[in-house]
């Protein structure tokens, strides 16, 4: 059974690992854990696994009416996730972490099923601390992470970016040829690729239409994907830039989203985002240079999760206060005009890259298993 959901953060490495068991064991039975709110309800069964839903249970951070409500709410999916391993005999509950992880955890305990546990940030969340207390096996995504008995196994990649890795490896020229054709690229041009995630960053978005000018001026060619209802203000300001320099309006391309994300990261050369602990594994995963800018709020960890390679010179990390118009027309452009330097940026972001995280992980769900029927 696995257990996690509500972002792609939980759910994307719970598929690459369910995959992973699933083509080792292709008779098992598998059941995952989550909510009819997350993405999980749209990307679960899309994988053909079985979605069992269970209620929600935020852990409070603070006193609050929630606190006292925690007790029903938790004993009711604790419930719910004892029937679950029940139903399908598991031998192992496997979770990343999330508002259903902890009602996992708790029921594994009672039934006397290994707990596995992976940890996406470096700063791990409420559920996997809970559950890390008794788990048979903890992989985390960083080295520093602090949880118990945890050993670092890297982040199981999207099928999609897994793919691309080894496409990469066999011929990373006819993969950028072909990703470029399919969206509308020169793959002659050094491009730029700049993302905030689905949802966007606003301050990204603003630096990076802001300094459009400096970089078309550069011969360089942008694919800025703006976030959801984020495209119009940034269409705009490149719109003017465009018609003040006369350039190309196809060098600097706008869109609100790409579901082939795998397709950018193969024609791209340098990387504008923020460091959310996906976006850093699959850059270093595919050993691509970036500019990160951590997000400014939270508990920090987007800073710590680029902190391995921007140490290993594979990354630039920028404070968002800083990240302006005025500093990427001083870097960006310079830094795409150096091809011995991106090359450099590109090996030591793959030095520090983890390509085989589900297999890691599976060979952690395997031993539990093993030791618990010793």
């Known amino acids: 059974m696995l257990a996690g ?7 994307n490495p719970l598929l690459a690992v369910a995959d992973e068991l699933r083509a080792r064991e292709p ?6 854990l989550g909510t009819a709110a997350g993405l999980e309800a749209d990307l679960v069964p899309a994988r053909g696994y079985e979605l069992r839903e269970i209620p929600r249970v935020p852990l409070p951070r603070r006193p609050s009416v929630d606190l006292l409500r925690l007790p029903g709410r938790l ?13 399908i005999g598991a031998q192992a509950v496997v979770g990343f972490g999330g508002y259903v992880s902890t009602p996992a955890y708790l029921a594994a305990r009672r039934r006397g099923v290994p707990v596995v546990i992976h940890e996406q940030n470096a700063r791990p969340g409420l559920a996997n601390r809970l559950g890390a207390r008794w788990a048979a096996a903890v992989g985390t995504t960083f080295a520093e992470t602090a949880l118990p008995g945890a050993t670092r196994v890297g982040l199981p990649l999207r099928a999609e970016i897994a793919a691309l890795v080894d496409e990469r490896e066999q011929d990373a020229v006819a993969a950028r040829l072909r990703a470029a054709d399919v969206l509308g690229l020169d793959p002659t041009l050094p491009t730029l690729l700049v993302t905030g995630g689905s949802s966007g960053a606003v301050r990204v978005n603003e630096a990076v239409a802001g300094s459009a000018e400096a970089l078309l001026g550069a011969g360089v060619q942008v694919l800025h994907l703006t976030g959801r209802g984020k495209d119009a203000a940034v269409r705009d300001v490149v719109d003017r830039a465009v018609a003040a320099g006369g350039h190309e309006a196809a060098r600097y391309q706008v869109r609100e989203y790409l579901s082939e994300m795998h397709l ?18 699959e850059l270093t995963a595919l050993g691509l240079p970036a500019v990160y800018v951590p997000l400014p709020i939270g508990n920090g960890e987007q800073r710590l999760n680029a902190a391995d390679v921007v140490e290993a010179g594979g990354g630039r990390l920028v404070d968002d206060a800083q990240f302006d118009a005025a500093w990427v027309a001083g870097h960006v452009p310079g830094l795409l005009g150096d091809r011995g330097r991106l090359e450099a940026m590109a090996a030591a972001a793959g030095s520090v890259g983890v390509r085989d995280a589900a297999a890691r992980m599976a060979d952690l769900v395997a031993h539990a298993v093993a030791g618990a029927t010793r």
């Open 75 to 87: 004993g009711s999916a604790v419930r719910a996730a004892e029937a679950a391993i029940d139903e």
């Open 27 to 32: 008779e098992a039975s598998f059941l995952v």
């Open 5 to 11: 959901g509500g972002t792609a953060g939980h759910v």
């Open 264 to 281: 950018a990261l193969a024609a791209c050369d340098l990387v504008v985002a923020r460091s959310g602990a996906g976006t850093v594994c």
